[in-house]
């Protein structure tokens, strides 16, 4: 199960990229306060995998096409479990929005790095 992370977030609706890194910051501290949980809602995710193509739950849910498929989640898995918890992010640092903007253009409209 992963961490309880409060969805609530206190960027103005008409900001939605505010919005969008206040809920990766604080999904990226969650990871940080329990690994190990994670680690097991990551397992789950991985057996959901068939070769590159992740199926998510549900009925009307769509197959996603991923590079790496669930090898990538099996490595993410493996480095999770030998983490000790650590203190949550107090706010996104430059790198990491520069890195973010990064994926963003590599991502592009396709959706897919």
């Known amino acids: 199960m992963m961490p309880a992370v409060d969805n ?3 960027a103005p609706a008409d900001k ?3 919005t969008l890194e206040a809920e990766v910051l604080d999904a990226l501290s969650a ?3 329990a690994p190990a949980d994670v680690a097991t809602a990551l397992a789950m995710r991985a057996s959901l995998y068939k070769g590159k193509t992740y199926q998510p739950p549900g009925n009307n849910a ?3 096409q991923t590079k790496e498929g669930a090898s990538a989640v099996n490595d993410a898995i493996q480095w999770l479990q ?3 918890a ?3 992010l107090a706010e996104a640092g430059v790198g990491l ?3 973010a903007e990064d994926h963003a253009v590599d991502v ?3 959706g897919v790095a």
Do not use: I, M
Request: overall charge positive; proline content about 12%; glycine content about 8%.
């Open 62 to 64: 769509r197959p996603r």
């Open 31 to 33: 990871a940080r306060l």
């Open 82 to 84: 030998k983490c000790e």
């Open 97 to 99: 929005k520069l890195a």
């Open 108 to 110: 592009g409209g396709a």
């Open 86 to 88: 650590a203190c949550p």
């Open 8 to 10: 609530t977030s206190t």
């Open 16 to 18: 939605p990229w505010e």
